[in-house]
Every structure is written in C-alpha cells, then in structure tokens.
C-alpha cells in the first residue's frame, strides 16, 4: 500500500551496466537506517538489489531513463516520471540521502516504447500495479486512467499518448518540513463500478443490495467458490430491537428498554455513537428491506444472553428469515453455500431453505434482478488502492491473473474475520485454533490486513465469538449448544461453569478457567445412560455421525462406573465421584447456588422451561470430549456510525468501509442475543452503502 507516512513496499530490480553506480550508490546508503538490503555485490549485468521503505520511497527517473541522484543535487523534477516514497529514517537525515532515486530496468524499456520482459521483474503492493499499468498501457495505446498520489514537487501529468505534461521546474531540495502535493500519474483499470464490495455474507449481500437498489453500479467479489460466508452456515437470526415483525407478531418491541439492556451488556467498551447506531438502524432495514418481495421475515422467541438483567427479554428482540423453496434460487442454488451438515457430513441438500440458507438465498435473488449489481466468485482481494489518501479502487486476484477495479463512490469489506490464519490468531492471542473455526476457509483475515495497509485502526483483536467446542473424529472442535443434561469437569474431575450458559458465555468460561491454569484441552463432558448413551446436546450444529468413530478416536469413553469413569479419562477418582454427588444433590432440590444453571431464560430454553438439572445416576457413564469452538474472530478494523474505517487519528478514511467480522464489533467483549453478528453486520452493510449514496448525491450537487 502506497501513501504518505505509510508502511511498505518493495521491489526488485535486475539493473543492468548503467545502473551500477546506482546500485553502489543505494549499498553506500545503508548506512542511514534505510533497511536498504543488497542481496549480493552489485556487479556488471544482472545485479539483484532489495529496496525496502518504511513510510515512503521515492524513484524517479526522466524520459531518457537516465538515473538520478537529488541527494548529488541532479535535477530530478523537471520531465520526470515519479512514484513517490521516502523512508521514515531519511526525513530525519534530511538532504543527505534525498529522496533516493532508481532508474527501473523495466521503466526504462516503457519509455522507449516497450514492455518489461517476462519474469524480468518482481514486486509488492499498489507500485507493481501502477508500473505494470504504465508499461502496458503505453505499448497498447489504450486511453489511460488519470490518478494521484501523495509525492513531492509540483503537479507533473501524463497525456493519452504518454506524454509528460505541465513538468515542473521547482526542485524540491530539503525534505524535511516541506509541503506535499499531489503529482498526477497514470493507472489503468481493468474494471469500474460506483461500489465493491468484498465479501458474501450478510453484510457485504446487505452492502452490495442496499448500494444497488439506490442506483449505483455494484461488483461484489467473492474469494472462495460459493456465496454466503459465515452467514450461510448460520442460523440466520437477527437481533432488531423494536423491528416491525416484532410489532406485528406481538414480540418484545420496547426500544427503550432494548437500548438499556444494550448498553449495560456492552458497556463503554465501544462508542456509545457505534452502539446506537446500529440499535436505531436495525428497524429501518427490516423496513427497508420488506418493501422488496423478495424479502419476508418472521418473529423467532430467542431469549437475551444475559438475562439476569432487568432490561432483558425473555422472548428477545429477535427475527429470521422466512424459508424459501429451493427450486426458486433455480441456478444459484449451486452458487450458494451449503449447510455445514451438507458441506462437512454428506447431509443431502435440502429441497426447502431456512436460518441463514434462506438469507442469502433471499439476497441472491433480490441481487439476480438488478442489473447493476455483478456478483463474481473466486475473486480475492489483494490490496487497496490508495491515491491522495483516498481509497479509489482493489487489486483482486482471479483465475484469469491480476485485476485493477476501480471503485468510485468506495470499497466495502466485508469479508470476514481473520479465525482461518493461524498466524495472525497467534500475533494477536485470540484463543482457540484454527481446528475450532466454524466458519468458511476464505476467512483468512485478507480483508483486514489489507484495511491495515491503508492506515485503518483495528480494535478488539484477541476476540471471538466463542462457544464450547464438541471435539470431532477429524481432529475439528465444533460449535455446541442446547445441552439439556451432564455436565463439564476440568483436568481435576472438577466442575467449572454453567453447561447450559449462552455459548459465547460458556467460551469466556473455558477461556478463563485455562489462563487460570486449571484447564488443559480437551475437558469432558460426563453424563449416564438415561438417554442410551445419546449425548445431552440438541444442536451439536452438525449431525453427531456415528458415535463409534468418537469411541475409535478416543473422544468418547464408557465405564460401568464414576470410578473406572475417572480412570479412563484420567482424573482423580474420588474428586469425580464428589462432584457427580454434589451435583445430583442440586439436581434433587432443582437449583444450582454453585452455577446458578436454570436460572435465566436461556439456560431452560432447552428443557421446556424447566431447570437443566438431571441427576447423573444411570449406568454405564459416559465422558464425550470437548475443546474451543468459534464463530469467528471479532477484531477488524475501527469504524464510524456511518460504516467508515478509521485510523490511528480517529479520522475517517475515505472511500474506505467495513462490515461484519472484518470491523471490530459493535458489541465489544460480549455476545448480547442470539442474532447480533448477523444483525450488526447487515445493519453496517446497510449505512455504509447509504453513505457513499450520499457522496452522489453530493457530487451530483456540485
């Protein structure tokens, strides 16, 4: 990503005889903290030099191909073509190394007509892009894109024909404390549209509709082969406070009471202004979106997660959409992701859609009606294109090579958290591993890192939407919920938490008894024989398959007793026979003062409103193996009300939005209702296409 006080590029250049005193020039400079790395001598013919530039680096060159040295005091300004960057260090030394110039081996060969030679050069980042653009669109004569970005000197362009025009003659000659300008340059686009939109799940399907239906040109792109992300494994609720179909189907619709709830659970962990955002938003959607027939919700009674509070909802402020034959999506069904059950397992695909199925099914075919809307799978970003400190454009990577789109109005992402890059869940600590992750493997946190390349700030980055994981025959930990019976012991055969707590609650739970030390994984779930040893879980989020592929993993352990129990998982036996005893007591009397399990509306939602409380008496026993599961991460890049990404200033970056678990999260460290990952998403998919409707709007005005 190239732009002014940012971070890096590199690129490798194969000089020939003329450029070695460049090259001694650039080795003699390293001197000046530049991380200029030579790889081998310079030498007569091929010679092989790294520059890399923290900030900005600068090379410039004029219309002969002749090298430059301002650091000499060459002129440099007048009839150049330049790419500006300087490293960090090099403000600091001043005129001393200047703004370190390159004559490009395949820069040269552009300007006298040609293009660079196949495998004759390398790089990195937005310049490869531009250079290449140049080269090539020099030699085909097609009409060129006229771009900016942040360099020094006057304002220096280039006509259709290549030609450099309005050259400057000042020669900037200290770099520190001088003034930027813009220096207009040239980029091809292989593509345009008003917004892109990188991503397909709920957020990015609600950017990209929201964005079309108001008249702008809109290409979505997807990285993996099907539509939907995360959102088409989901169940596919919604959290709305105060929405229409809660009115009309008599559910809890007190936005006041919705709102107080919101932000005791969150607390001040994100802006207030964020918060409400999205709690003011989620109606008007649900609105907005059912003025479309393709559009059709129902009222879904899903308590709030944290009902001990006053101000939550026993019945929740929560929707879904309603299902949707699968014979109407025709020829996108086979665009559309499947269930995990079907995806995972072979489960036969479904003739009736539902939960997050039939969301995207809903948008693909709201989407399949508008003509200036174009969705295209197997298309991954790659970087940003930042010109001006504006986000203008992607670089994406397609089957058929590399491609520039040129956004106008900005570039939405909403691709997704960063659960499927093992690398970047150890850099920022998040918990669990990638074995855990439930959601598609395109999640792999590209869209974040490349928001972060364009200066966005980032939040919340050791977080995730957790639940207790049901460890898996092979080798993944699967999202759990629903358990009606049993309960957890650590590696100590004691209990540690409520089992029938909110998923992501349970998560937090298993998080802090292990950086307590207390817990090692797998853990297990121990229960008896009252259901002939079927597991106490009604939604183990994919079918459990046969249980003898558990028992041959050792996942799954049976014994007459508690004691041979605890043998065979491998925890004190008389700690284990203690715990199920004091636990069957608390089950006799129908409470829990250990866990308090059964005392919110959600821990009995399994049971028909009765305690989760059974005794474990029946024999034989049974201990099914558990570890972390997660919906995600929940870190990304910080946003505004309005959707836009921020930087480190707090400053909003324009052109530039984000949605989904690739923002960070409206609702910080917690999971309030069932629904708000999908809900947040769609509403910040929503608000920021709305303003860059805006920035039409406001272009057309002037």
Partial sequence: MLDQGRDIAMIDVKAGKRERPLLEWLYRKRRHGCKLIEQGEPTVGNALINFYGEGELRFEMDVEGRA????????????????????????????????????????????????????????????????????????????????????????????????????????????????RAEQEMVMSWDDECDVLVVGSGAGGMTGAYTAAREGLSVILIESTDRFGGTSAYSGGGMWFPGNAVLRREGGDHDMNAARAYYHDVVGDRTPRALQDAYLDAGARLIDYLEQDQAFAFFAYPWPDYFGSLPTASVTGRHIMPAPLLATDLGELRDRLRPTLGEEREGVPLAD????????????????????????????????????????????????????????????????????????????????????????PPGNDGSGIKAGMAAGGDVDLMDQAWWSPGLMRPNGRATFTLGFDGGLFVDQQGQRFMNE?????????????????????????????????????????????????????????????????????????????????ERFNGFAAKGEDPDFRRGEEPYDRMFTGGRPPLDSISRPPFHALAFGLSDLGTKGGLK????????????????????????????????????????????????????????????????
């Fill in 500 to 580: 029938s707590v909110s998923y992501d609650r349970g998560g937090r739970a298993i998080i802090a008894r292990m950086d307590e030390g207390r817990l090692t994984l797998p853990f297990w779930l121990v229960y008896d024989n009252r259901d002939d040893g079927a597991p106490p879980i009604q939604y183990p989020n994919q079918p459990f398959g046969d249980l003898e592929q558990y028992r041959r993993a050792g996942l799954l352990r049976t014994a007459p007793t508690l004691a041979e129990l605890a043998t065979a998982i491998e925890v004190p036996a008389q700690t284990l026979q203690k715990t199920i």
């Fill in 68 to 179: 430059a040295d301002p650091g000499r005091g060459d002129d440099v300004v007048h009839r150049r073509l330049g790419i500006g960057l300087i490293c960090e260090n090099c403000r600091r030394c001043g005129n001393d190394l200047g703004a370190v110039a390159l004559s490009l081996f395949f820069l040269l060969r552009a300007a006298a007509g040609g293009a660079p030679a196949p495998g004759r050069w390398a790089g990195g980042g937005l310049l490869t892009h531009m250079v290449v653009s140049m080269a090539t669109t020099r030699r085909s004569g097609k009409p060129m894109q006229k771009s900016s970005i942040y360099g020094f000197g006057d304002t220096t362009s280039m006509d259709k024909s290549g030609r450099l025009v309005n050259a400057a003659s000042d020669r900037p000659n200290d770099i520190r404390g001088r003034k």
């Fill in 352 to 439: 009736e859609l539902s939960s997050g199925q039939a969301l995207i099914g809903r948008f693909l075919l709201a989407l399949s009606k508008a003509t200036n809307a174009d969705l295209r799978l197997g298309v991954a970003l790659t970087d940003l294109v930042l010109m001006g400190g504006r986000v203008e454009g992607a670089v994406v990577r397609t089957a058929g090579g590399t491609q520039r789109i040129r956004a106008r109005q900005g570039v939405l992402i909403a691709a997704g958290g960063f659960e499927h890059d093992a690398d970047m869940r150890a850099r920022f600590g998040v918990p669990g591993s990638v074995e855990g992750a439930m959601s």
């Fill in 639 to 702: 946003t505004d009300p309005q959707a836009r990404v921020l930087d480190k200033n707090g400053s909003a970056i324009p052109g530039l939005y984000a949605t989904g678990n690739s923002m960070a999260a409206v609702s910080g460290t917690t999971y309030p209702g069932g629904g708000n990952p999908i809900g947040s998403s769609m509403v910040f998919g929503h608000l920021a296409a709305l303003d860059m409707t805006m920035g039409v709007v406001a272009c057309s005005r002037k």
